[in-house]
């Protein structure tokens, strides 16, 4: 029962985050995407970097940037299912999950893959908000 609810809720996650992607993304059209964010006057930077593109599947880069930072403040490879029309996180600052066979090492939680997808589920809506999307484009994915 427990894992039925882990995996619904998983796959909830992961169909939200296409449809914020999809939106942000313009339906995956091109290969890079930059959007500058306003947050308390700083500037930051979203970038998306399409890696590999097939006719059912793309896997993208996405990087928060801090403009006055050398460094990119975190690095997400996300997997992107068109025909499932799903979108999963599958690395974070190029750490990937421990798959469930595995008994987790001590530097990862049980919840793992879950944290990552909800970070991207968090970083897609601060982008709507501040970003180059309207607000009232959230409230219709949360409807």
């Known amino acids: 029962m427990y894992k039925s609810l882990k995996t619904k809720n998983h ?8 449809s914020r992607l999809r939106k942000i993304l313009c ?3 091109s290969d890079t995407y930059t959007f500058e ?5 700083q500037k930051n930077w979203a970038e998306f970097l399409v ?18 930072a050398a460094l990119v403040n975190f690095l997400l490879r996300i ?4 025909d499932a029309k799903l979108a999963e996180v599958i690395s974070y600052q190029q750490e990937k999950p421990v798959p469930f066979f595995i008994p987790s090492p001590f ?13 991207l589920t968090e970083w897609l809506e601060n982008i709507f908000l501040n970003g180059a ?11």
Do not use: G, W
Not at 11 to 18: E, G, K, P, R, Y
Not at 37 to 41: D, Q, V
Not at 52 to 66: C, G, Q, V, W
Not at 107 to 119: A, G, P, T
């Open 79 to 82: 997997n992107i299912y068109i």
């Open 37 to 41: 964010i306003l947050n308390n006057e």
């Open 133 to 143: 999307v309207e607000a009232k484009e959230i409230n219709f994915l949360n409807d």
């Open 51 to 68: 890696i590999s593109r097939t006719p059912h599947t793309l896997m993208i880069e996405a990087k928060f940037k801090n403009k006055d």
């Open 11 to 18: 796959l909830t996650t992961c169909s939200a985050n296409f």
């Open 107 to 119: 530097s990862q939680s049980q919840d793992e893959k879950y944290q990552q997808n909800r970070i």
């Open 27 to 29: 339906d995956f059209e």
